[in-house]
């Protein structure tokens, strides 16, 4: 009787057991400023939380990668953005800032005192809102493929021409623009999953992100909200695009660049091992540059 007793209860022990890792997943959600509910996740534990942000149209599950790696050393945090993944969508302009306020209120509610932010594509423009709105809190940004040229200027009119074929056929432009993200030999198994998923993204907020995120280089805004950051910022970049270090030197206080090479836009999910280890190398060079 002991024995079979012991049997049953070894999946539940087990079960605990899992429970208590470093890297078990709790979900919660957060209000924004503007009552949006924001979801997230967290893992591990430590006096810095290193709080990931995906870029357009995709949420939390695109660090999957990174969340068991660095939650043995730290708190790590996925966010789910406004009208992306399992948050709410009633919000009538994605703005960047409007984004790091989902940041701010996801460290409020976990009472975050010391974060380093991770973003990916479009959440490098909101990683670099959040560090001006919490200048206190967040003690360096990384960027993931994204600030390739901050001080670039575009006439609204290339916007609104590349904006053209998402408005009439959401599905379709989403799945060629993704589809030019990846370099010749990627798995195409992770390719037709970024695919399908990006393309599945709710339309409206897409939209209105995809405007407000190519419109800070109509305006400007792209480089002028390094005027107020000044943490270190570096970037981790595939070499698919061009990034102009010399001229991001120019605009942002603390910039350093580190290329991952044979990627394409997706290095945390293309070339997980290479890339955790080019992360843990610019948050060790964050905290060399904090004086830690």
């Known amino acids: 009787m002991k024995k079979q007793l012991l049997v049953l209860l070894i999946p539940f022990l087990l079960l605990a057991g899992c429970a208590s890792s470093p890297s078990a997943l709790r979900h919660d959600v957060a209000v924004s400023y503007d009552a949006e509910r924001i979801a997230y996740d967290v893992a591990g534990e430590g006096e810095t939380a290193l709080i990931f942000v995906h870029g357009w149209s995709c949420d939390g599950r695109y660090w999957q990668e990174q969340v068991p790696v660095f939650a043995k050393d730290y708190r790590v945090i996925t966010v789910d953005l406004a009208g992306h993944g399992h948050s709410s969508l009633e919000r009538s302009d994605y703005s960047m800032l409007s984004f790091a306020q989902d940041v701010k209120a996801v460290m409020d509610r976990e009472n975050i005192g010391r974060a380093v932010l991770i973003g990916h594509s479009m959440g490098g423009g909101v990683i670099a809102e959040a560090a001006r709105l919490m200048p206190k809190r967040v003690v360096g940004i990384v960027g993931v493929d994204t600030l390739q040229n901050v001080g670039e200027r575009t006439p609204e009119s290339v916007i609104e021409e590349m904006v053209t074929p998402f408005e009439s056929d959401f599905r379709t432009a989403t799945q060629g623009f993704v589809s030019q993200?990846?370099?010749?030999?990627?798995?195409?198994?992770?390719?037709?999953?970024?695919?399908?998923?990006?393309?599945?993204?709710?339309?409206?907020?897409?939209?209105?992100?995809?405007?407000?995120?190519?419109?800070?280089?109509?305006?400007?805004?792209?480089?002028?909200?390094?005027?107020?950051?000044?943490?270190?910022?570096?970037?981790?970049?595939?070499?698919?695009?061009?990034?102009?270090?010399?001229?991001?030197?120019?605009?942002?206080?603390?910039?350093?660049?580190?290329?991952?090479?044979?990627?394409?836009?997706?290095?945390?999910?293309?070339?997980?091992?290479?890339?955790?280890?080019?992360?843990?190398?610019?948050?060790?060079?964050?905290?060399?540059?904090?004086?830690?």
Request: glycine letters at 4%; zero cysteines.
């Open 181 to 292: 993200m990846f370099p010749a030999g990627t798995d195409q198994q992770l390719m037709n999953w970024i695919m399908e998923d990006m393309s599945s993204a709710p339309k409206a907020p897409a939209m209105s992100a995809f405007r407000n995120y190519l419109g800070q280089y109509v305006s400007g805004d792209a480089a002028a909200v390094f005027k107020d950051v000044s943490v270190p910022v570096v970037s981790i970049n595939a070499r698919l695009w061009p990034t102009a270090f010399e001229e991001n030197q120019k605009h942002i206080k603390d910039y350093q660049l580190l290329y991952i090479e044979d990627s394409g836009h997706f290095p945390m999910l293309e070339r997980p091992d290479a890339f955790n280890a080019l992360l843990q190398q610019a948050i060790d060079a964050i905290e060399t540059r904090n004086g830690s």
